[in-house]
């Protein structure tokens, strides 16, 4: 399998609703990432956690609460957002090869959320 | 701080005709740049690097370290390749990567 998954592929919440997005790779990749991208907007880093420990968070509001619970996979929980927060969430995967050169990252389709 | 800059939200050529995307960088020390492209439903997906000197779909681009850019080119361009480019270097750490703006492509027929 040489793809990431993403899960659901749409997401409308009201702004009181607690909601998760979920990714999966069984690639082997070590590091696994959340952007968020805006419509013709590039994608937006917001976290990033490294076997399976959270090594960047970009100053992401509370609201976004990541969880990577094995290797292969990495949720994105979501509770009293903004509408401000509906764009497409893409998670992506590398390698995370130590003492390597920036690794390519390989992308899911992304959730296309929508908050009301 | 690291930045890319592409200067053209938006070009146009016709089928056939040579393309070329600008991509400009700030960087401090060796860069290491991408292009990746996002076809229309498609996922984002690395188009090339330039560590690995391949050749794409068509698609080169060659580091200019004196003129701090990454240009994307192609000699016959193709309906297919109708997308948006975006080119990205390392942030700090070698996990981030910072893109730029984005160039979208349309391929007249």
């Known amino acids: 399998d040489t793809e990431v998954t993403q899960t659901p592929k749409h997401l409308v919440m009201g702004m009181t609703n607690k909601k998760s997005l979920k990714c999966e790779q069984h690639?082997?990749?070590?590091?696994m990432y959340w952007y968020k991208q805006k419509a013709k907007k590039p994608p937006e880093l917001m976290f990033v956690y490294s076997y399976e420990k959270l090594s960047i968070n970009e100053s992401v509001p509370s609201r976004f609460s990541p969880e990577c619970p094995n290797s292969s996979l990495l949720n994105l929980h979501l509770h009293a957002l903004q509408p401000e927060d509906s764009a497409l969430y893409l998670c992506?995967?590398?390698?995370?090869?130590?003492?390597?050169?920036?690794?390519?990252?390989?992308f899911g389709p992304g959730t296309r959320l929508t908050v009301l | 701080a690291q930045r890319v800059t592409q200067p053209e939200k938006l070009l146009s050529v016709f089928k056939g005709a040579p393309v070329e995307l600008k991509c400009n960088y700030s960087y401090s020390g060796s860069p290491e740049l991408f292009w990746y492209v996002q076809y229309s439903r498609q996922r984002l997906q690395l188009l090339l690097r330039?560590?690995s000197r391949e050749s794409i779909k068509g698609f080169t681009a060659d580091l200019n370290k004196g003129e701090t850019s990454f240009h994307l080119k192609k000699p016959f361009a193709q309906e297919e390749d109708s997308a948006m480019y975006y080119c990205?270097?390392?942030?700090?750490?070698?996990?981030?990567?910072?893109f730029g703006q984005g160039t979208r492509l349309t391929i007249n027929p």
């Open positions: 990205a270097l390392p942030g700090q750490g070698a996990q981030k990567l910072v």
């Open positions: 330039h560590i």
């Open positions: 992506a995967s590398s390698e995370s090869r130590w003492g390597a050169s920036t690794d390519t990252q390989y």
């Open positions: 690639m082997g990749h070590r590091a």
